[in-house]
């Protein structure tokens, strides 16, 4: 609520004892009540939660949607694993035939080397 009257667009004052400079101690809980007061709503809230049908809706839903998600991460391994495997084995084969190829060249660029220049061949000429 606005205070209306003298003072009020200033700041509360702080209480002070008499004959002191410090503001006197605020009426109110110790440290050790506002824990236990704190630890009684806890439990209170907690035996609410435990007694509401929603929170075991709630609780059967998260439990669902978690088997659900690891279910499919589990299977999205799978299916990534497997076509790993399928691009590794069509890498293989491809790199093995490019090999072969390879081989049959070299085979017989040899073959060609062992017979000799051409022979008969218009326009060659072997004048030294």
Wanted: proline content about 5%.
């Amino acid at each position: 609520m606005a205070r209306s009257g003298q003072g009020a667009g200033e700041p509360p004052q702080a209480v002070v004892a008499e004959g002191g400079s410090s503001p006197a101690p605020r009426p109110g809980a110790s440290s050790l009540d506002t824990k236990v007061t704190w630890g009684l709503v806890g439990l209170g809230l907690v035996g609410h939660m435990l007694r509401s049908r929603r929170f075991y809706v709630a609780v059967a839903v998260a439990a669902i949607a978690v088997g659900s998600l690891r279910q499919i991460g589990q299977q999205n391994t799978a299916s990534m694993t497997a076509r790993l495997a399928a691009w590794n084995q069509r890498e293989m084969q491809r790199l093995e035939r490019k090999a072969q190829r390879q081989a049959r060249g070299v085979k017989g660029s040899a073959q060609m080397a062992r017979s000799g220049p051409p022979r008969g061949l218009a326009g060659t000429s072997h004048e030294t």
